[in-house]
Nanobody
């Protein structure tokens, strides 16, 4: 049974930073692309950033230059460093292994003064 557990969410002021982490268990994930998604209230879930097994990354235009995705295959961990946060970044952030249809429970990020 694949399990993804996110942590690191919270409330931060505009311009602040947060680091999200996701730990995967129940298998070996080094061969899979992993990704962060987010869903804001009343909006569809959107892809924030994927990272391939080899470490190739991509970013939504809205977060380029501010967010950095990374992974630690030895520890089945994927992280999302979020800098220069804006109110529009407020959402529930989900860790996923898209090709396996696996999702975490999500962690709330709120950017507010």
């Amino acid at each position: 049974q694949v399990r993804l557990v996110e942590s690191g969410g919270g409330t931060v002021q505009p311009g602040g930073s947060l680091r999200l982490s996701c730990v995967a268990s129940g298998g070996i994930f080094s061969g899979y692309t992993m990704a962060w998604y987010r869903q804001a209230p009343g909006k569809q879930r959107e892809l924030v950033a994927p990272i391939t097994p080899g470490g190739t990354t991509n970013y939504a235009d809205s977060v380029k230059g501010r967010f950095t995705i990374s992974r630690d295959n030895a520890n089945n961990l994927v992280a999302l460093q979020m800098n220069s946060l804006k109110p529009k970044d407020t959402a529930v952030y989900f860790c996923s292994i898209p090709t396996r249809g696996s999702w975490g429970q999500g962690t709330q990020v709120t950017v507010s003064s």
